[in-house]
């Protein structure tokens, strides 16, 4: 069975997830503050996390930068404020998707299983053999680690997705759409943007100039491609 680390605030919203999830298959342990919830996150073995945002003692920001320095496991924030900027941060930080309050408890279910059905599937089905190995930039599959003249760059579940994808199709252009089906498997679900603060966040980790990336092109009008 699935663990699922559940951290809001609200005790009444929290027991109703806990509900759905429960109803689902999930098994579901609460926080209802940030600290608590951190330290759960640290000490158990969770498959994901739903993390709130706007949490007492510690807010969501710095429980999911937190978590991401130690735990590589899929993160669905949770916000009820709308600015853009509190996304892009949540995802910068590590955060692999976000979901806007109010939501159906099915979408958040929903959400949920798709993220474990791939996070498992990449873990699980890699091979060794598919290793990439382009310009100082090696990319290992089988440990999921990223290298750039031989230095690690610390990727997030997500960024590795996206990164390995893209470097397995050189040459190819891929519109924010289809990158975002692909890697976060949830059509018309999510945000688009969040294809492109991924993107910005790989290159600021693998890219020498990330203002003039030598790896993932912008193609203007169309995706992203990455340079064979």
């Not at 920001?61 to 937190?66: A, G, I, L, N, S």
């Not at 978590?67 to 892009?88: A, G």
Request: hydrophobic share 40%; glycine share 8%; aromatic share 8%.
């Amino acid at each position: 069975m699935k663990t699922i680390l559940l951290i809001e605030d609200d005790i009444t919203i929290s027991e109703l997830q806990r509900d759905y999830l429960e109803i689902n298959g999930f098994r579901v342990d609460m926080a209802l503050d940030g600290e608590i919830g951190l330290q759960m996150g640290l000490a158990g073995m969770y498959d994901l996390i739903i993390l709130d945002l706007m949490l007492p003692k510690m807010n969501g920001f710095d429980v999911c930068r937190k978590l991401r320095e130690k735990k590589n496991i899929p993160i669905l924030m949770v916000t009820s404020r709308r600015e853009d900027i509190d996304v892009i941060r949540g995802l910068g930080l590590g955060a692999d998707d976000y979901i806007t309050k109010p939501f159906k408890p099915a979408e958040l279910v929903a959400r949920v299983k798709a993220h474990i059905a791939r996070y498992d599937r990449l873990v699980g089905g890699v091979d060794a053999k598919n290793d990439i190995h382009i310009r100082g930039l090696r990319i290992d599959p089988d440990t999921r680690k990223v290298f750039v003249n031989e230095v690690e760059a610390v990727l997030t579940t997500k960024e590795f997705d996206l990164l390995y994808f893209l470097a397995q199709h050189p040459d190819r252009v891929f519109g924010k759409d289809h990158l975002f089906e692909r890697i976060w498997g949830i059509d018309a679900l999510g945000d688009l943007q969040t294809v492109t603060v991924h993107i910005r966040k790989i290159r600021e980790k693998i890219e020498p100039d990330s203002a003039d990336p030598s790896y993932i092109e912008t193609v203007w009008g169309s995706g992203y491609r990455f340079k064979g």
